[in-house]
């Protein structure tokens, strides 16, 4: 059954203009369909999409706190199993990269161990969104952040590297990871149409532009997440039953673009073209993951 | 109707059992850990069919109750101490979100030091949580209580979740004779497992945990005080019903030797056995003396507990808890109770017991002799049983 010219995720909710977190959730339910349960962790989804008495959610939906969407989520399956009405219902989690790298990840890995059968979706914005722009273990090396202040003692903004939660999932083991770019829409349809289909834990890792956060002209954000895979910034890729060695790239740049085109545009990286050296190391960390690949073509 | 030699972990663990109970996510911790291990037990055994959720931590037990409870299952969890306080957060939420979910507890003191032994600390300080909150005095009313737990937190004029507290060890580990009920007269008191108010559902879908502004939040935490007072009542109807199904009778507030007592104790649990031993004793003794026993907590059973009390001389709280700063928490409740009530009795409170300290039937007589000697003259409202000030004040400096 094809639910593509359903709406699932009403429009009139506050997300901020150019906020991508709609387009991700929008395309999930469209391919969920209506036997769904959706669970939410704390964060701008949250906040925006269910501002009572509305709410934007035409399937049921759950929110609890900040770091168990994934404990809730298992309740939720093993109720439906005590109830026997367990096939055919999808649950699906959102949560954001704050929701999921850091104060979530316990209960996810907790979920993952536990095999339960259900979907996590993390849109990835890269900061603490919802209280202001905070840096995340998912914040990428480089970028500025109300907590990774840029300054005369500090030229880098974010100092350390971006937490592989994408990886850290495909290490539990379980069938599914993939990460994908609501930029690259028939490749991420591809892959929630597949993780749905499969039975037990599945982690979808999507990038999520953030106009407030990023600091670029709300018009321009497809435009901008596109940049992140162009660039070789962020690979799409799948990873089956954790072996690493049979990872796929679902998206091959014929000629990876420059980093500091994705840098441009965006406010939060402003600072690294005044110190060229950090995107020239920003640059050779990128080449050296795509090494790997390139080389065997 | 069965016989068995359980212990008061078990003894929930058979409840859940009996009530049909079909969702059990739990985590272990000392000394609750027995309930997971009950439940793992009799549904690998085939005698018990639920789905049992080995969580990674109390606060994903508890969260994973909530998701469970919100599918419209009945759900149950059991912890204990730093598992109850790592919970603090969830307990709000399953309580705001109405979901009659119900929590055995062992009750044992909190870190640090680290003391894994009985205090009710770990449940006196969630007291505002919005849950109900009941307490054992021996295991055939943790199983008992646990059913009633459900009965209320269920009722629609209610809708609230419970817990049920029992002490550490000197239940959770201490085997009892406990008279199982048949789960035909269970489901005849509780009605089937599966939940009537709204639910996470595909095709009724709601939405459950929304941003709510300034403009209605009052409404929803007013609600929540207008449901636990209206429970005030459901207990009692649950009570009575439980007394005509199982032929057992259970009061908020039951008295013993206490119609001509000039001095009253209050007690509240495992203690309570100790309590009635001295009170005997004392009775022998020509002392007029009586014991009232606390079995409800929250909604706090202040009009139960002003009648029973007010023509007391003297009513000596025992608390097995301590808020530091002031007092105990039955002492202040109960003192707050006879807020606007002229005739009261002179009120004392005495702390014993905490961290699993051994409460004897002395203690109890030392409580006694003390709360006496405020007839004739003042005395500390707030003193500490069996307790070595010395080497306190050494150390503090004298209070």
């Not at chain 1, 909710?13 to 209506?34: F, Y």
């Not at chain 1, 998206?251 to 600072?271: A, D, S």
């Not at chain 2, 409404?219 to 032929?247: L, T």
């Not at chain 2, 109770?337 to 905490?354: A, D, R």
Request: with cysteine.
């Amino acid at each position: 059954m094809n639910y593509e010219n359903q709406e699932f995720f009403a429009p009139g909710h506050r997300a901020c203009a150019g906020c991508a977190a709609p387009i991700i959730v929008k395309w999930v339910l469209k391919i969920a369909g209506p036997n769904t349960i959706i669970v939410n962790a704390t964060g701008c989804l949250e906040v925006f999409s269910t501002p009572y008495p509305h709410s934007s959610w035409r399937l049921p939906w759950i929110h609890v706190a900040f770091e168990n969407a994934s404990a809730v989520a298992s309740g939720i399956d093993a109720a439906l199993k005590a109830q026997g009405k367990r096939e055919g219902t999808n649950i699906i989690i959102f949560g954001g990269d704050g929701g999921t790298s850091d104060i979530g990840l316990q209960s996810l890995s907790g979920m993952a161990e536990r095999g339960h059968d259900i979907l996590y979706v993390m849109y990835d914005n890269e900061a603490y969104m919802n209280t202001g722009i905070q840096r995340s273990s998912s914040t990428p090396f480089g970028a500025w952040t109300t907590t990774s202040q840029v300054g005369p003692y500090n030229i880098i903004g974010k100092n350390e590297f971006k937490k592989p939660i994408a990886e850290i999932m495909a290490a539990h083991k379980i069938p599914y990871v993939a990460t994908v770019n609501p930029a690259f829409l028939p490749d991420m349809k591809m892959k929630i149409e597949k993780a749905l289909k499969i039975k037990g834990p599945k982690f979808i890792h999507a990038i999520s532009s953030c106009t407030t956060g990023w600091r670029h002209d709300p018009s321009k954000t497809v435009e901008i997440m596109r940049l992140a895979t162009e660039t070789g910034i962020f690979p799409l890729w799948e990873i089956e039953n954790g072996d690493f060695l049979k990872m796929k790239l679902t998206y091959m740049p014929k000629q990876r673009k420059p980093v500091e085109e994705y840098f441009k545009p965006q406010g939060r990286f402003r600072h690294l073209f005044q110190n060229p050296e950090k995107i020239k190391e920003i640059q050779k960390m990128v080449d050296e993951w795509w090494a790997k690949f390139e080389n065997k073509n | 109707m069965v016989m068995m030699m359980l212990k008061g972990n078990e003894a929930t663990a058979y409840a859940a059992k009996v009530a049909k109970v079909q969702v059990i996510p739990a985590y272990p911790i000392t000394p609750s850990t027995l309930f997971p291990e009950k439940v793992s037990e009799l549904i690998s055994n085939g005698e018990m069919k639920a789905e049992f959720i080995p969580v990674e931590s109390e606060h994903s037990a508890l969260s994973a109750a909530i998701g469970a409870a919100a599918t419209g299952a009945r759900t149950m969890t059991a912890t204990a101490s730093q598992g109850l306080a790592l919970m603090h957060e969830v307990l709000f939420i399953a309580s705001g979100m109405r979901l009659p979910i119900v929590m055995a507890i062992g009750n044992r003191a909190l870190s640090a030091p680290v003391n894994i032994w009985a205090e009710q600390q770990d449940t006196i300080a969630q007291r505002d949580s919005g849950w109900l909150q009941f307490y054992a005095e021996n295991n055939q009313e943790a199983l008992d209580l646990s059913l009633i737990a459900f009965r209320v937190a269920e009722d629609k004029r209610v809708l609230l979740p419970a817990m049920m507290g029992m002490d550490a060890f000197v239940l959770t580990h201490t085997m009892e004779p406990v008279d199982v009920p048949d789960e035909s007269l269970v489901e005849k008191y509780l009605g089937p497992p599966e939940q009537k108010y709204p639910t996470l559902n595909p095709s009724q879908p709601s939405t459950f945990g929304a941003f709510v502004f300034p403009e209605h939040y009052m409404e929803f935490r007013y609600s929540q005080f207008v449901a636990m007072e209206h429970s005030k009542k459901v207990i009692d109807e649950a009570f009575e019903e439980f007394k005509n199904i199982f032929g057992r009778e259970y009061r908020k507030v039951s008295g013993f030797m206490n119609e001509d007592a000039d001095i009253l104790l209050i007690s509240m649990g495992s203690m309570t056995g100790t309590a009635r031993e001295a009170i005997r004793k004392l009775r022998e003794k020509g002392e007029k003396v009586g014991l009232i026993k606390l079995s409800v907590f929250r909604p706090f059973p202040k009009e139960e507990l002003v009648e029973i009390t007010k023509n007391a001389r003297i009513v000596a709280v025992v608390d097995r808890n301590i808020s530091i700063g002031f007092a105990g928490a039955i002492f202040t409740e109960l003192v707050a109770s006879y807020n606007n009530i002229e005739k009261k009795p002179k009120i004392l409170n005495f702390i014993l017991g905490l961290g699993g300290r051994d409460i004897r039937v002395e203690d109890y007589i030392e409580i006694y002799n003390r709360a006496k000697e405020a007839e004739n003259r003042g005395v500390k409202e707030i003193q500490w049983i069996n307790v070595d000030e010395d080497a306190v004040y050494e150390v503090e400096g004298p209070l």
